[in-house]
């Protein structure tokens, strides 16, 4: 941070999320009329020379190359589709976002990430037998980041939970406790969870057998425990 | 009770719940309230209050999931990912507006019970945030905004008697989706040219282009 531009540093440090958009979407060939915001029209006063910089001619015939384009589209799906599915989030356009992303699939068919885009589109629709559908067509796209996979094996388990297939979620939070480091503690409670609400009879010895693992699992960071564990 | 659903809220699944699921939910929470109340009568022949300890956990709980549900049947949250000028914009039916004052009844119920909560403490202040989101929906703004401060205060409202009595769950968690939720509000009421009211919006750098 010290040795960036002072300029850069109050651009990181304003916290202007429609200068931000306004950047990404340039860089990602958006179209930037459609993230109009109603709060700022103009820029604040230590941002306006970025903007005059940012906005130029010069740089706008450069907008749709290369590996730029690629990161501020995926800033951009990040914004709409991710985190929107979490928290409501100011100037959020689903549609908007939904047909870029078929743009970018059409251009790049086998891209990891943009199905795994498309399949969350699915997800915050609703279409869960469809999200289904599309996060095993990434899995089988690429196989050498194993924990690429496990995200979509989450999504698979919470799909599955959402659709009453308690089961079925089950085997993928199995899955990520025998292949996945994040928090095993909370692939056991999901498991047993999971169980109980699928048959608590059948699955009695099981789920109190979990249960009983999950202390033995819980982790600490710089000694601090994490507290989606704890609560 | 439905320990499942807690999960699926609290890691943001409820929302993807699709309709056909969510009328089944719907039988299975009336179920519940029909068997809490029968366990209640029972128990009041004994000179009991409650049948157990946890009773009133148990109850809120149903009615926050069942008032969940309504809404989403009503208004879906799917529905609500557009951009701001078109939510202003949209016309709800007779049938959605009569499933948002149900789903609003639900979760007001909660706010009157939240005190004998024994151990859910976390269900008020969620159930303040959600009911703001359904009054969005209703395009009452400013019942949102209450909603949203009372979330933001341990789910008492600034006029209102009561107080936190102790850390809820996921607390941090909350603060962070109803910041944004205000942020998003703020939008909604500027495309509406109404007054923002929040400060932190306010920006005195500010210059026109």
């Known amino acids: 941070m010290n040795l960036l531009d002072s300029q850069v540093q109050s651009l990181l440090i304003s916290g202007n999320r429609e200068f931000g958009m306004k950047c990404l979407a340039l860089g990602a060939d958006w179209p930037i009329e459609e993230l109009q915001s109603p709060l700022r029209t103009g820029f604040p006063k230590s941002l306006k020379n970025i903007a005059i910089d940012f906005f130029n001619d010069d740089i706008q015939k450069e907008v749709g190359l290369g590996t730029r384009k690629f990161m501020c589209d995926i800033m951009l799906h990040q914004y709409h589709v991710l985190f929107s599915s979490m928290i409501q989030l100011p100037g959020c356009n689903m549609p908007l976002a939904t047909r870029m992303i078929d743009i970018s699939i059409a251009d790049h068919p086998d891209s990891f990430l943009y199905l795994l885009v498309r399949a969350k589109i699915s997800q915050s629709e609703r279409s869960l037998e469809r999200s289904i559908e599309e996060l095993h067509k990434v899995i089988a796209v690429q196989k050498d980041w194993r924990q690429l996979a496990h995200l979509c094996f989450w999504d698979l388990g919470i799909s599955n939970a959402a659709l009453g297939n308690y089961e079925k979620a089950a085997e993928f939070f199995e899955l990520l406790f025998k292949e996945n480091e994040w928090s095993k503690s909370i692939y056991l409670y999901f498991r047993a969870v999971l169980l109980y609400a699928a048959d608590s009879t059948k699955y009695k010895a099981t789920i109190s057998e979990l249960m009983k693992k999950i202390p033995d699992h819980l982790k600490k960071v710089a000694g601090k425990s994490v507290p989606l564990e704890v609560n | ?209």
């Open chain 2, 1 to 209: 009770m439905f320990p499942v659903l807690e999960l699926i809220y609290m890691w943001n699944g409820f929302d993807l719940i699709p309709d056909s699921r969510l009328l089944i939910l719907q039988q299975k929470f009336e179920s519940a309230l029909a068997d809490l109340d029968r366990q209640q009568e029972e128990c009041k022949k004994d000179g009991k209050e409650i049948p157990y300890s946890t009773f009133y956990d148990d109850l809120c709980l149903v009615r926050f999931f069942k008032g969940l549900a309504t809404r989403e049947l009503a208004v879906p949250s799917a529905s609500m990912l557009i951009p701001e000028k078109l939510l202003i914009r949209r016309q709800l039916t007779k049938s959605q507006i009569d499933g948002l004052d149900y789903a609003s009844k639900q979760l007001e119920f909660i706010s009157l019970q939240a005190d004998d909560i024994e151990y859910d403490h976390w269900i008020l202040p969620f159930c303040r945030y959600e009911l703001a989101a359904l009054h969005i929906r209703a395009g009452d703004y400013q019942k949102a905004r209450s909603e949203y401060q009372a979330a933001l205060n341990g789910g008492y409202g600034e006029d209102e008697a009561g107080k936190q009595k102790k850390k809820a769950s996921m607390e941090t968690s909350l603060h962070i989706r109803v910041h944004n939720a205000i942020a998003k509000l703020n939008f909604i009421l500027a495309l509406k040219g109404e007054t923002v009211v929040d400060e932190e919006e306010s920006d005195p750098e500010s210059e026109e282009d």
